[in-house]
T-cell receptor, first 113, second 114 residues
Framework: AQSVTQLGSHVSVSEGALVLLRCNYSSSVPPYLFWYVQYPNQGLQLLLKYTSAATLVKGINGFEAEFKKSETSFHLTKPSAHMSDAAEYFCAVTYSGNTPLVFGKGTRLSVIA | DVKVTQSSRYLVKRTGEKVFLECVQDMDHENMFWYRQDPGLGLRLIYFSYDVKMKEKGDIPEGYSVSREKKERFSLILESASTNQTSMYLC?????????????FGEGSRLTVL
């Protein structure tokens, strides 16, 4: 069965600092991996996705993630945090376009001025 | 622009009431999903549908049912609402057989059951 573990339910960084949100997955077959962002009182918006092409994936708003098969990880990074990055971030996994996504429990990112 | 629309952003219902949450997508997507979101628990799949009149149970279907009479519309039904169903409900859709599985989400329906 697929699963996703997000390490840290809450991460706090200073404005301008590196953002690192951790995601480890479990899948018996090559996965498709996603990061979604949710701003307060809104739905989820896709940040980026890995679909077995390049292992370093660039997304919107300056975020990127690297697929590391040996570590079963798909951590999300951004070199310099902005106040507008404060939101909840979800990692998700599936193994085909025809199976539901399985989501992690989310990481709330706070950005301190 | 692609759009998933949930009819009610905020609802307040009483215990025992029947509740309908409506979701419409304009992307001609075959697959539609209902998730429930609770703090510390992330998103949990309630039901999904691969096509019209089809439905599959997700991880937490108890206390819920769904209806998919038209391709663009997927309804979540709480037959007799209970306080433990107070939550944020998220509808999503995607194209069948796509090579990524990417979901498109509505803005959510926050349900409070008193």
């Amino acid at each position: 069965a697929q699963s996703v573990t997000q390490l840290g339910s809450h991460v706090s960084v200073s404005e301008g600092a590196l953002v690192l949100l951790r995601c480890n997955y479990s899948s018996s077959v090559p996965p498709y991996l996603f990061w979604y962002v949710q701003y307060p009182n809104q739905g989820l918006q896709l940040l980026l996705k890995y679909t077995s092409a390049a292992t370093l994936v660039k997304g919107i708003n300056g975020f990127e993630a690297e697929f590391k098969k040996s570590e079963t990880s798909f951590h999300l990074t951004k070199p310099s945090a902005h106040m507008s990055d404060a939101a909840e971030y979800f990692c998700a996994v599936t193994y085909s376009g025809n199976t539901p996504l399985v989501f992690g429990k989310g990481t709330r990112l706070s950005v301190i001025a | 622009d692609v759009k998933v629309t949930q009819s009610s952003r905020y609802l307040v219902k009483r215990t025992g009431e029947k509740v309908f949450l409506e979701c419409v997508q304009d992307m001609d997507h075959e697959n539609m999903f209902w998730y429930r979101q609770d703090p510390g628990l992330g998103l949990r799949l309630i039901y999904f549908s691969y096509d019209v009149k089809m439905k599959e149970k997700g991880d937490i279907p108890e206390g819920y049912s769904v209806s998919r009479e038209k391709k663009e519309r997927f309804s979540l039904i709480l037959e007799s609402a209970s306080t433990n169903q107070t939550s944020m409900y998220l509808c999503a859709s995607r194209k069948s057989g796509g090579n990524t599985g990417e979901l498109f989400f509505g803005e959510g329906s926050r349900l409070t059951v008193l």
